[in-house]
Structures are given as structure tokens and as C-alpha cells.
């Protein structure tokens, strides 16, 4: 009997090790997917791969329905969309990256160091205000310095709560995550994203630098 019930315990452990493994694979090519449509695309294309990566998502979680890395990636490329395709029509793929979010967040609120707590962020950063959307600064900052905590030194968090802190007007302290967020670790499994995100952190303290310029021009002698 002994013998049965570790021969199970073994074989419950291999299964949940090969759905572990199956899971990684499906939010690996779900990133890599985003990397190409957001970094090597642009205009009709890119909407055409932003539109078919979506579905190749809701395929993905319909199999997953509980994995908190799957919904927070189907939210994260919800949300890129919402960007891309601007205007009032965003607004049904901002709602429903805010739901995956929140659930992937309810679900493991640690997934992929925070993640989710990132985008949820920069979701309510971006999105109007009532009565068109549901954006909210107060918000957007405390998501954002959640993920943050999760990802300290995370290329992602430091730059996105940079971004915030730009919108804010808080340039020395956006430029010190910038640069933090220059530092991060390479992935050496997402080397298209990190090309792309690093593009996007040079150009931002391009922005700071010259708002900080200008600040320093402007002091009274």
C-alpha cells in the first residue's frame, strides 16, 4: 500500500511538473509574440499582429483559465493594444487587460516578479479619467510601487514607474530609476524585448535630461 501511494504522490508531482513546464512554454511564446508585434511592426501590421496575438491569447487561457502568468500576459497584450489602437475603441481592450490584471493579481499577486501589479499601473496611468475611463494617479502609483517592490532591480518596473514620475514632473527622481532601469539584468530569453525597452529608456531621458536642462536654465542668478 506503502509502495501505491508513493508511486501516486510521484506520478501527481510529474504531471504538475509537465503542466508547470507547458505553462512556461505558452507565456514564453505569448512574450516573444509581443516583443515582435510591439518592436519590429507598425501601423496596419502591427494592429494585425496586435489582433491576432490577442486571439492566439484567449486560445491559450481558455486552456489555462487558472494560470496567473497566462492572464497576466493576455492582459499585458490587451493593454499594449489599447496604446496602439488609441481613440474610444481602446477603451474595450483597457477594460479587459484591467480584468486580467486584477485576476492574475488575485490569483498570485508574485507572478513574474509583480508584473501584473506594473501593467494594472500603467493601465491607470494611461486611461482617461471618469467619465471615459478609469484612470487614476493615486492608483497608478501604488501599483506601480508595488511591482516595483517585487522587481527592485527589474528593467520593466524601474522604467515604467520612471515614466510616471516624468508625467509627474518629477524629473530627478524619474532620471535615477531610468538609470536603474538601464542596469537591470539582461534575459537572455527575451533579448527583442530588452533591445526595445532600452530604445524606449534612452528616449525618455532624452526627455528628462532636457526638462531638467531647462529647469536648471530657468533659476533666477
Known amino acids: 500500500m506503502k509502495l501505491i501511494m508513493t508511486s501516486l504522490a510521484m506520478l501527481f508531482w510529474a504531471l504538475l511538473s509537465l ?3 507547458d505553462e512556461m512554454q505558452d507565456v514564453s511564446t505569448l512574450q516573444h509574440e509581443w516583443a515582435k508585434a510591439q518592436y519590429t511592426l507598425e501601423g496596419k501590421e ?4 496586435y489582433e491576432a496575438l490577442i486571439e492566439q491569447a484567449n486560445t491559450i487561457v481558455q486552456a489555462s483559465p487558472e494560470s496567473a502568468a497566462i492572464l497576466s500576459w493576455r492582459g499585458i497584450i490587451n493593454s499594449t493594444y489599447a496604446g496602439v489602437k488609441g481613440g474610444l475603441g481602446a477603451m474595450k481592450y483597457a477594460k479587459a487587460a484591467k480584468a486580467d490584471l486584477e485576476q492574475s493579481i488575485k490569483l498570485d499577486a508574485e507572478v513574474l ?3 501584473a501589479s506594473v501593467s494594472l499601473g500603467i493601465l491607470y496611468f494611461k486611461v482617461p479619467g471618469w467619465p471615459i475611463g478609469f484612470g487614476d494617479d493615486d492608483k497608478a502609483k501604488e501599483l506601480l510601487e508595488k511591482g516595483l517592490a517585487l522587481s527592485p532591480d527589474g528593467i520593466d518596473s524601474n522604467y515604467f514607474y520612471a515614466d510616471f514620475l516624468t508625467d ?3 524629473y530627478n527622481d524619474a532620471k535615477k530609476y531610468l538609470l536603474k532601469a ?5 534575459r537572455p530569453d527575451r533579448p527583442l ?3 526595445g525597452r532600452h530604445q524606449e529608456i534612452m528616449a525618455l531621458l532624452d526627455v528628462v535630461d532636457k526638462k531638467l536642462g531647462a529647469k536648471e536654465t530657468s533659476k533666477p542668478f
Open 19 to 21: 503542466a508547470h513546464a
Open 46 to 49: 502591427q494592429k494585425q499582429a
Open 113 to 115: 516578479s509583480g508584473s
Open 168 to 170: 509627474q514632473g518629477n
Open 182 to 186: 538601464q542596469k537591470a539584468p539582461a
Open 193 to 195: 524585448a530588452d533591445k
